[in-house]
């Protein structure tokens, strides 16, 4: 990855605790650049789900500072940062109140677009995350399969065009074949759109799938860093530990 | 005298009182709702005071009604004899079905949603009157419905402190041992009891969510 390209966020000695006991994130200093995917990688528990909050203000460090286009997030007005800011969950969280389209619109609605324009974009994001806008704009999110309720959340998601795209295990509740369709897709979406995405999962799989680079948590603290197949090649027993694992799963990487 | 015979007669009366009873039900319902409702909300927001909030409301609930009538009576402002004294007790054993179901309702919102709605950058109040409040609105009418059908039931006991109401023909009915006076109080009050059930259960279906509406029609 190049120097010179700008970070669009910078986590500057960042750390996080609720009491006096262990930190949950403990002096994380990494940087993401723009355009890439970086997959938080980890155990449960290790602090990725933590650190992806980080960013856009559901969480505020303890100490050391986070950095979202170069103003830290305690600068930013929190409701302004999150709409810039794209937000995919394992649960989807879609409105069950809402239409799909309702509920993609959702941000812009917040941001005062006119119904036309809503609508529109509504259409065109349906398409994009492939499902057919008429059959589909006026269901309720209890109509969907789950593969098609985490579509709609990703569309949701890039709704106002967020210039960058957090997924904390957003294919976690998928089966296998639709979570590797949908992870395959996101993948050639990342390469149209040229988001910058921040993907935490556990599954080193679709890390390696998915990654520009790879952040490897351990115990809240960055244990790894580097691209896929540095990741590959590492001598750190945790991404060993996670390696072994995929080859006793009998895959070949 | 027949029952019938004796509404018949005296249906001037009748339609007093009942009128009465629909009025201290109405308002104390009324009231309690524009109460019991930002404080179930108030209270989702500061869980911390949701203990003491409940627990007191719990304790108006137990005390029993005749007592609570009397004990208001010396009140300055609140007390007296009538039918103010008796909306003050009626708001009083409205609260605590308001308040817990608008608090379980909102509290009952899916986690997931609210965590999707904060992290999309909606304000509190945006979260609360564009998702939260619509989403518990069922469970909400649910406590104004148990409310409205315990106020019609207390509100008989309100003519022993002078407010009215279709207790009027139940008191005089027991002073005067007459079975036909008791029932002609209390056969329509449990029928306005009965009717607000109804009407406000399918209020409350009608917002239920969408989803299930839907789901209906599809089976159709």
């Given at each position: 990855?190049?120097?010179?390209?700008?970070?669009?966020?910078?986590?500057?000695?960042?750390?996080?605790?609720?009491?006096?006991?262990?930190?949950?994130?403990?002096?994380?200093?990494?940087?993401?650049?723009?355009?890439?995917?970086?997959?938080?990688?980890?155990?449960?528990?290790?602090?990725?789900?933590?650190?992806?909050?980080?960013?856009?203000?559901?969480?505020?460090?303890?100490?050391?500072?986070?950095?979202?286009?170069?103003?830290?997030?305690?600068?930013?007005?929190?409701?302004?940062?999150?709409?810039?800011?794209?937000?995919?969950?394992?649960?989807?969280?879609?409105?069950?109140?809402?239409?799909?389209?309702?509920?993609?619109?959702?941000?812009?609605?917040?941001?005062?677009?006119?119904?036309?324009?809503?609508?529109?974009?509504?259409?065109?994001?349906?398409?994009?995350?492939?499902?057919?806008?008429?059959?589909?704009?006026?269901?309720?999110?209890?109509?969907?399969?789950?593969?098609?309720?985490?579509?709609?959340?990703?569309?949701?998601?890039?709704?106002?065009?967020?210039?960058?795209?957090?997924?904390?295990?957003?294919?976690?509740?998928?089966?296998?074949?639709?979570?590797?369709?949908?992870?395959?897709?996101?993948?050639?979406?990342?390469?149209?759109?040229?988001?910058?995405?921040?993907?935490?999962?556990?599954?080193?799989?679709?890390?390696?799938?998915?990654?520009?680079?790879?952040?490897?948590?351990?115990?809240?603290?960055?244990?790894?860093?580097?691209?896929?197949?540095?990741?590959?090649?590492?001598?750190?027993?945790?991404?060993?530990?996670?390696?072994?694992?995929?080859?006793?799963?009998?895959?070949?990487? | 005298?027949?029952?019938?015979?004796?509404?018949?007669?005296?249906?001037?009366?009748?339609?007093?009182?009942?009128?009465?009873?629909?009025?201290?039900?109405?308002?104390?319902?009324?009231?309690?709702?524009?109460?019991?409702?930002?404080?179930?909300?108030?209270?989702?927001?500061?869980?911390?005071?949701?203990?003491?909030?409940?627990g007191l409301a719990n304790i108006f609930q137990t005390i029993p009604s005749l007592a609570l009538f009397g004990l208001l009576i010396p009140m300055p402002f609140i007390g007296g004899i009538g039918a103010r004294t008796a909306i003050v007790a009626l708001v009083l054993y409205a609260l605590l079905p308001i308040i817990r179901n608008t608090y379980a309702g909102i509290q009952g919102v899916d986690p997931a949603v609210?965590?999707?709605?904060?992290?999309?950058?909606?304000?509190?109040?945006?979260?609360?009157?564009?998702?939260?409040?619509?989403?518990?609105?069922?469970?909400?009418?649910?406590?104004?419905?148990?409310?409205?059908?315990?106020?019609?039931?207390?509100?008989?006991?309100?003519?022993?402190?002078?407010?009215?109401?279709?207790?009027?023909?139940?008191?005089?009915?027991?002073?005067?041992?007459?079975?036909?006076?008791?029932?002609?109080?209390?056969?329509?009050?449990?029928?306005?009891?009965?009717?607000?059930?109804?009407?406000?259960?399918?209020?409350?279906?009608?917002?239920?969510?969408?989803?299930?509406?839907?789901?209906?029609?599809?089976?159709?």
């Amino acid at each position: 990855m190049s120097q010179n390209q700008p970070a669009v966020v910078e986590f500057q000695n960042v750390s996080l605790r609720l009491s006096d006991e262990h930190p949950i994130v403990a002096n994380l200093t990494l940087e993401v650049h723009d355009s890439e995917i970086l997959v938080l990688l980890g155990r449960s528990g290790s602090g990725k789900t933590t650190t992806l909050k980080l960013i856009n203000r559901l969480l505020v460090p303890s100490d050391g500072r986070v950095m979202v286009q170069g103003r830290s997030t305690l600068e930013w007005d929190a409701t302004a940062l999150r709409r810039r800011i794209g937000y995919v969950i394992q649960e989807v969280g879609l409105f069950p109140h809402f239409t799909v389209a309702k509920n993609i619109g959702l941000v812009p609605t917040l941001e005062g677009w006119a119904e036309e324009r809503k609508h529109e974009r509504a259409c065109e994001l349906l398409e994009l995350v492939g499902l057919e806008p008429r059959l589909f704009e006026n269901r309720f999110p209890s109509e969907l399969s789950g593969g098609q309720r985490q579509r709609v959340g990703v569309a949701r998601a890039l709704a106002a065009d967020p210039p960058l795209l957090l997924l904390d295990e957003p294919f976690g509740a998928l089966d296998p074949l639709t979570r590797l369709e949908l992870q395959r897709e996101l993948k050639q979406l990342q390469e149209r759109l040229s988001k910058t995405m921040v993907f935490v999962t556990h599954d080193v799989r679709e890390g390696l799938l998915l990654a520009s680079r790879i952040a490897l948590f351990q115990e809240g603290a960055l244990a790894f860093l580097g691209t896929p197949n540095e990741f590959l090649h590492t001598d750190h027993p945790e991404a060993r530990a996670f390696v072994a694992g995929l080859e006793e799963a009998g895959e070949t990487p | 005298m027949s029952l019938i015979e004796y509404l018949a007669r005296n249906r001037a009366e009748f339609l007093t009182l009942t009128f009465e009873h629909l009025i201290l039900v109405g308002i104390s319902t009324g009231i309690a709702i524009l109460i019991g409702v930002p404080l179930g909300i108030l209270l989702t927001r500061r869980p911390r005071i949701s203990p003491p909030v409940l627990g007191l409301a719990n304790i108006f609930q137990t005390i029993p009604s005749l007592a609570l009538f009397g004990l208001l009576i010396p009140m300055p402002f609140i007390g007296g004899i009538g039918a103010r004294t008796a909306i003050v007790a009626l708001v009083l054993y409205a609260l605590l079905p308001i308040i817990r179901n608008t608090y379980a309702g909102i509290q009952g919102v899916d986690p997931a949603v609210r965590e999707a709605g904060r992290g999309m950058g909606m304000t509190d109040r945006q979260l609360l009157f564009m998702v939260e409040m619509p989403l518990s609105f069922g469970v909400i009418l649910a406590g104004i419905r148990v409310a409205a059908v315990i106020g019609v039931g207390v509100a008989t006991i309100a003519a022993a402190i002078g407010a009215g109401g279709l207790g009027v023909f139940i008191f005089r009915g027991v002073a005067m041992v007459d079975n036909t006076l008791i029932l002609a109080g209390a056969l329509p009050a449990a029928l306005i009891a009965l009717a607000a059930d109804f009407a406000l259960g399918r209020l409350e279906r009608r917002f239920a969510p969408p989803t299930a509406r839907l789901a209906e029609v599809r089976a159709l």
